[in-house]
């Protein structure tokens, strides 16, 4: 994906909740009672269809 679609793909995702996204694309935000603090980029990852780093 070229940057300038990239750019275009996360301005489409302003103003919405990424939590709501985390769902659609089954990333874990809570595990055992933590936090998992990468969950954000793994949905970003997701929309983008970039392959996730773990």
Do not use: F, Q
Not at 14 to 40: F, I, P
């Amino acid at each position: 994906m070229e940057r300038r679609e990239a750019i275009n793909k996360l301005k489409e995702l302003e103003g919405h909740d990424l939590r709501r996204l985390a769902d659609c694309y089954d990333v874990t935000v809570w595990k055992s009672g933590k936090l998992n603090k990468g969950w954000a980029g793994h949905v970003i990852e997701r929309y983008l269809g970039l392959p996730s780093i773990s």
